[in-house]
């Protein structure tokens, strides 16, 4: 089955750090573009950061730029985001999505996403 | 506050037709193609509709999305319980340099 599986979540005190994970199957995964989108609760989508296939472009929102750093292991078939400084407002669910590959920033596979915390 | 505007909520009986607008700017809806995600609550979103009118595989033809000026609209015909959930457009923002959500439109099927 093709999918997307994000790990790494979970509760973090303010001005710490955590590694997110996402896994890729049955796809050729070093072939597409890649991005962290968040929800906090109750809320829309927020685009944080994109990487393009080879890793050599990223891209990321003011919200997170300087704090967050996108990577990705294709041999490995893996996209990570370390974010750093955190902040109560970074609370929110973060799911990996995979671009479409037709160059309009549609994204046509997501994970089920992985819940970060952000309290004392 | 998000870069798109839509309204918070639509509703329709069962049968009926709803729409759903999202309105943007030069930088964003205008210049770029629109893309439209359905979101059921407590799950990932999925891609409903692409370069402002295209389903892909597997989304039913009762889904349809078009975009004048500033403005992309989703419409949804013959509305089928399944249909609850919250839709979120997006487009590409030039100025931003990054992707850009709509806050959100919850379906409702009275």
Redesign the interface.
């Known amino acids: 089955e093709v999918r997307l599986v994000e790990t790494g979540g979970g509760l973090v005190q303010p001005g710490g750090s955590l590694r997110l994970s996402c896994e890729g199957s049955e796809f050729p995964f070093s072939s597409y573009e890649m ?1 962290w ?1 968040r929800q906090a609760p109750g809320k ?4 944080i950061s ?1 990487i393009s296939s080879s890793g050599g472009v990223k ?4 919200s997170v730029k300087g704090r967050f750093t996108i990577s990705r292991d294709n041999a490995k078939s893996a996209l990570y985001l370390e974010m750093n400084s955190l902040r109560v407002e970074d609370s929110a669910v973060y ?1 990996c ?1 995979r671009d ?1 590959g ?1 160059l ?5 596979l ?4 992985t819940k970060v915390t952000v309290s004392s | 506050q998000s870069v798109l505007t839509q309204p918070p909520s639509v509703s329709g009986a069962p049968g009926q037709s709803v729409s759903i607008s999202c309105s943007g700017s030069s930088a964003n809806v205008q210049g770029n193609v629109v893309n439209w995600y359905q979101q059921i609550p407590g799950g990932a979103p999925r891609l409903l509709i692409y370069s402002n009118n295209k389903r892909p595989s597997g989304v039913p033809d009762r889904f349809s999305g078009s975009k004048s000026g500033i403005t992309a609209s989703l419409a949804i015909s013959g509305l089928q319980s399944e249909d609850e959930a919250d839709y979120f457009c997006a487009a590409r923002d030039d100025r931003l340099k990054g992707v850009v959500f709509g806050g959100g439109t919850k379906v409702t099927v009275l």
């Open positions: 991005n989108v829309g989508l927020e685009w994109y891209n990321y929102a003011d799911f999505a479409s037709l309009i920033d549609a994204f046509n997501w994970g089920q996403g």
